[in-house]
């Protein structure tokens, strides 16, 4: 039964956006290699950008970006990022899956695996680490320590082997957003499909799926949002532009944050849902870069990100933009040279006072490959050291100098 509830109010709250905070990344102020943002993901260790040029990541004061020129990732078309539980980053890409692990990148696509399709479009894993794949033409795939398993069109009842977005629920069932073909979830090895013929989806291009605290399932479509709930029965909300009173069509990406408020890009703005009531952040109200947005993530210290398809990222936070994962930041003119180098870094530190200072090398992942060495200098001098990089795989690396208060870090490329 299709249910419209009416209690649910929306608002298009000015006092909100006049409240907001808003700081804008691109190819021009930023590390990003392209303003053609396609998808987010927060980690531990700072923000990923997916683009179509390639793949970013920012931690509040570095930009590293991974290329096919200058890596081993096997696209720089860039459709989904997923860190899983050990903090190894997922892509998917346009030809193939990788997976940065320890540094290194490893690639599966249809020569050295299972993978049936190389257009893989979406990635999450499962309350017992299986990760999950969803495919532009071979279905949703599944990866795990029992091997590879997969689900077509062809071999069970998934309505469409074209997969938008893919989700786990509280019960660990997998959703999926399909073309065409409406919602699917599998579950013990069965699959079962909402579309518009036998439920209140409002249209069968789903693109993204979430789960809220409630556990309902968020499904955003082509033609407007809805919700289902099980509580005894089946529950289905429905919100479309009508509902709205505001032109709004494509739900493209849904995240919920921290606090548990949900978020949803789409083609008219970035949306909220907070206490059974919606709000909108567009260029009207906000300092959003653009109306258009494709994706949107979150992270622990309340920032929102969104990806816009030509502007780049916006970053939102009510409180303030406060990307900032370290005890603090040194402000020093920091020399690393030669970058990039293929046996020994040369630091060059004009340090603070008599403080004593730890010198680390750290990878992407935040996970410290050398450390141990430590300089001081009275009266602030400036100090230059050495570092034996010699043994490090060829790769993108932090050279990081802490005191017991402050941190600053700089990049450097291994060959």
Known sequence: MTHYFAALSMAMAPSLAQATQWEHYSEFNSGLPSNATTTLETSDSGVWVGTGSGLAHYDGTTWMSFTTENSGIPSDQINDIHVDAEGAVWVATYEGLGVYRDRVWEVFNTENSMLPSNLVRCLTSDHEGNLWIGTWGGGLVSFGTTGWASYTSENSALPSNGIYDVAVDIDNRIWMGTYSGGAAVLEAGSVTVFDTQNSGLPQNNVRSVAIDDDGAIWLGTENGLARLAFDGEVEWQVFTDLYFGYSVHAFRDIVKGADGILWFATDAGLFTFQGGSFQI?????????????????????????????????????????????????????????????????????PLKGDSQYGLMVM???GRTVISGTTVSAPDGQTVQQTLDVSGLPVGTYL????????????????R
């Open 281 to 349: 952040l567009h260029t009207s109200n906000s300092d959003i870069a653009a109306n258009s947005c494709v994706a949107v993530a979150a992270d622990p210290q309340g920032n929102v990100f969104v990806a816009h398809p030509n502007h780049g990222v916006s970053a939102y936070n009510p409180n303030g933009v406060t990307l900032d994962i370290k005890p603090g930041k040194l402000q020093l003119n920091m020399e690393v040279f030669p970058n990039p180098t293929t046996d020994v870094l040369t630091v060059k530190i």
């Open 363 to 365: 990878d992407l992942t």
């Open 399 to 414: 050279l990081t100098v802490r005191s017991a208060n402050d941190i600053a870090s700089a990049p450097f490329v291994k």
